[in-house]
């Protein structure tokens, strides 16, 4: 095998270390394209970015290990040389020498005395940048300004430094990407924001999803249209029946959301979904609560409810549930969905499962929805497992993903 | 095709008028080299589907497009047998006494088959170049069948017999993120992301296609545009609402972008009307920005 193979050989193997996923076919595919691209550096960086970078989150991750893996130690010199004293850039190669690893370099970069006062963070922020990405200096300023207020979610180092490139809309998708996995017990308000900002999208997939499944169905109307044209493949004769499920279907949703400190995030953007398909149910009554409830709704995507709760007091599902009973007549019947989002933890207050018993002798169903990882129901004053007996389902949603799954199967 | 080298694309790129940069002159040459599907992301209106009548013009050939929706099926995408007309045929037939051996013969024939978009790239005589778009709204089941098409660039059809590409058409594939595609998709593919271009490439784009624009003022307004890019709107402007505002800048004879003619013509650009209420506030200090 020729040097080169060996090399991008190498290279590949650096990226999986690093977290990437690469088959062996794509490692020959870099290889041929390497191959007809030849080994200019701009050309070869993008050759063997097609064929082994299939998602563009992990792309600042491979601009970084492509400029340690491939420049050689002589251009380094060169290119520091041609830039003296330029405070305003620290060049990408010239904190790095092939074959270092991340760690080495940056402690390699601190001893250096560098020529000017420019706060460091950004040119750290900068460092995978290369020149040619960066049409001009104001932008840069403004793009790495930009970097620091937005911020990266917690335990994703490798997505660091990719708000430094010049490129917009890649660094937003990343950003989506990642926050739609992040858990919602990791959440502040910082990754509260880039939630609500990944909401619209999934919102829409939502409701696309659910309009769906209303237009094709196993029994029902028959479907006049979709009939004759399946009969025209039997000579005309109705042999393939098809249905339309009826419309509106009879769904009547109760939500209840904890609001309380520890899920008052996923509450919150649960209940902004379902605002947003409204139209696919007959009714939705939603709820928040903490130790009483109150009706919520919501208006320019901010929360009201009425009347305004104490989101610091002590959270009593039981106490909850004595006020839903006593208002049963009004919310509750056989076509009624109850969804309750919480986390069953009651602060040592009878947690009146019986009273959930009867709640859901009238409902349809209840199925609750979980943000807590499993392992730690039932421990400390959970009470979920009381719950757990008397609901129809108990549906993890412990991040944006596992939301819109739970979400769906309630429909 | 040995005719394919880079300087072919980086040239047909120019013939056909399409301004791009290294990492996308290179992604096509290799699409067109290693005979892989190109699969493009990227934010809409960024010239994603662009790529691809570009290619078409480029090798001149014919380019087919298959517009993805939820709920596509193969009878749309691949074929369907025109049933209207086998009834039609079959009737006349019956009338002529023919036995059932000779009708089925011609009735399962070409004549009588729908091509789809996919069947008709794959069937062409010559190359050509197979648009499959949005790819993200189709359904899962129809990527993992688009999958098998990919890989061996054939279709067997019961009655006819197995349909084999006799030039692999050049498979541009786009998709806008709505929803994560499979792994065994990204796989087979080249990958290409196309962001929005930066202010030196857009300023190329604006003189090329509106060359009646101002110089200086094509060069503003591609500042322009980008740092409305950067604001974090909703939907931040595109590249062909960019090029709709500088013809519009031409029609309206602006001599030099201030903040009135911006307000004025901002509606071209934004299409939410709480970006544009984030913008005006902020139109003087954007123009204003020292070149």
Redesign the interface.
Known sequence: MSTLGEQVLRFVQRLRAAGV?I?V??TL?AM??VA???IEM??MR??L???L????AD?PLFEELFIAFFRPPGEKREISRKRPGSGTSISPSSARSPGESPQTSRSSETPEPHPSAKPRKLGAERKSATP??N??A??ER??AR?GEATGQPKGEPREVGEQAS?????GR?ARLHAIERTPFAGYSDLEYEQAREALG?LA??YR?RLG?RL?AAKAGRIDFRRTIRAS??R??AFCDLRFRARRPRRVDLVVLADVSGSVRYSSTLMLEIIAGARAHFRRVRSFVYVDRLAEADFENGHLLMTPVLDLYARSDFGRVLGELWERRGELLNRATVLVIMGDGRNNRRPARADLLRETARLCRAVVWLIPEEPGRWGTGDSAIFQYAREVSAMLRSGNLRELEKALLEVA | MERINQQFVSEGLRRARYITNERIETAIYLALALEKPLLIEGPAGSGKTEVAKVLAEMLQTELIRLQCYEGLDEARALYEWNYQKQLLRLQADEHRGLGWGEISEHLFSREYLLERPLLKAIAAPRKVVLLIDEIDKADEEFEAFLLELLSDFQVSIPELGTIRAVERPVVVLTSNRTRELSEALRRRCLHLFIDFPGIEQERRIIELKVPDLDARLAAEAARFVNALRKLGLKKPPSVAESLDWARALVRLGVGELNTDAVRATLGVLLKHEDDREKTQGKVPALVGRPG
Not at chain 1, 53 to 56: A, L, T
């Open positions: 996923r088959s076919s794509e595919d041929n394209a007809l691209a030849g701009a050309r993008e050759a970015s097609a064929t970078i299939k998602d563009e792309r040619a990405q049409p001009s104001e932008f403004l793009d930009r010049s490129e917009i809309e890649a998708i999208p829409r997939r696309v769906r237009r025209l493949q000579g005309g």
